[in-house]
């Protein structure tokens, strides 16, 4: 009979989260392909084929809740359960170990890198579902100003195109950005479709550690997640119609490196084919450097931030015109609605979002026979704010006899 003795185990059931950026008030959205369904924690979320995912707390407690699950059924208990949770949640979102579920790592990995940057993420389980049965709940609970593809297959894009063509006719229109498929910069293309505003390109694979991995693992993933967070970045941090790339919101977050960080010669081609691409400068980290949409270069639109700014002017006015319906069709209701555009117009100048506004809605645009057919019209004319994307620096090399300009000195 062996001696009394105390046995001392201990049990590693914990994951550590990484830490985030302050949240945002703008959501995100991705459509799940291969099998995030299974991370949804309640029969609502299955029922109505998509759940919101609030933070990286959110996000890894549910894979945590989904690997002693299926630890379960597969008969661990106890202190073989409680060792094993962390260590099969790692399998399921590794792309070398020989996790069951290892085909979903990519999505898992994008809807991670998007929340480290504040936003929720609404994940829908099809595209339909963002459109279907659960408008109203989406609408309702869950708006999102930016969807992103969990991987740059063709089936992603689909995706994409039927939730951002849909809402592009609403009031509720939102960006798609898009990771091009090519592999190498001067053949990448973009997906044929996105030749409009609610349409961003980008090109790039970010490298970064894998959280639940061991012993300095890395994922490849596509970075069109991290160019989303940069726009829901810009939202927190300043204004929907700032620009989201550049070394102030256009920071690539907990990246080991670019898998290709394309040469200015790679740059200027992407950027004439209307494709972002993401940089890394040394000593400055890794940016998002364009912030160029899918409309032709000829429009203000060509950029992000005015593209956005036009999405936020539809979303404010919008409620503010259903008030008018089925008022009195007369000069005190064109006065009401003129004074309430007036007053967000206003703010969005202050803002810099604007240089100039006019709202006509009178007599001049409402005639008889307008009326007489129940219309209502308001024509409001804007002059956007565009961001810089050219620097012109001009150094002279003078005399030290020389005189300057008046006011200046020698430095």
């Given at each position: 009979m062996s001696r009394p003795n105390v046995t001392i185990r201990i049990v590693d059931e914990s994951i550590v989260v990484p830490t985030s950026e302050t949240l945002s008030p703008t959501n995100?959205?991705?459509?799940?392909r291969q099998g995030l369904q299974a991370l949804a924690v309640n029969a609502g979320e299955t029922a109505a084929g998509l759940m919101f995912v609030e933070s990286l707390n959110d996000w890894y407690g549910r894979l945590r809740s989904y690997a002693n699950t299926v630890l379960i059924a597969e008969g661990a208990t106890g202190a073989t359960l409680q060792g094993l949770i962390g260590?099969?949640?790692?399998?399921?979102?590794?792309?070398?170990?020989?996790?069951?579920?290892k085909d979903w790592y990519k999505e898992w990995w994008s809807v991670h890198n998007f929340l480290q940057y504040g936003g929720g993420c609404l994940v829908g389980f099809t595209a339909s579902n963002y459109l279907t049965v659960s408008e109203s709940l989406q609408n309702t609970f869950f708006p999102f100003d930016v969807m992103f593809m969990g991987d740059t297959a063709a089936a992603d894009f689909s995706n994409i195109q039927t939730v951002v063509n849909a809402k592009s006719l609403t009031d509720t229109a939102v960006l798609g950005v898009c990771g091009v498929s090519a592999s190498a910069p001067l053949s990448a293309e973009k997906y044929t479709g996105t030749a409009n505003q609610f349409y961003m390109s980008v090109f790039g694979n970010k490298v970064h550690i894998n959280a639940l991995g061991q012993n300095?693992?890395?994922?490849t993933t596509n970075i069109t997640p991290d160019v989303a967070g940069c726009i829901v970045r810009t939202d927190r941090d300043f204004k929907p119609w700032f620009s989201p790339a550049g070394t102030t919101r256009g920071r690539i977050l907990n990246l080991v490196r670019m898998e290709l960080n394309p040469t200015p010669a790679q740059q200027d081609f992407l950027?004439?084919?209307g494709i972002n691409p993401v940089v890394s400068f040394p000593g400055e980290g890794t940016v998002l450097f364009g912030d160029k949409t899918g409309e032709s270069v000829t429009s203000t639109l060509s950029g992000v931030n005015v593209s956005r700014l036009f999405m936020y002017l539809r979303k404010q006015i919008a409620p503010i015109a259903r008030t008018i319906l089925f008022e009195q069709n007369d000069e005190a209701s064109r006065a009401r609605f003129r004074l309430a555009t007036d007053g967000l117009l206003r703010a969005v100048l202050g803002g810099r979002g604007i240089l100039d506004y006019k709202i006509i809605c009178d007599s001049s645009n409402n005639p008889p026979e307008i009326i007489q057919a129940k219309v209502f019209v308001a024509d409001i004319l804007v002059k956007p704010t565009t961001s810089i994307?050219?620097?012109r620096l001009t150094f002279t090399n003078k005399n030290l006899t020389d005189t300057l300009y008046p006011g200046q000195r020698a430095v």
């Open positions: 995100g959205a991705m459509v799940s260590v099969t949640a790692a399998a399921f979102v590794s792309p070398t170990s020989g996790g069951v579920r300095g693992t890395f994922v950027y004439d084919a994307n050219f620097v």
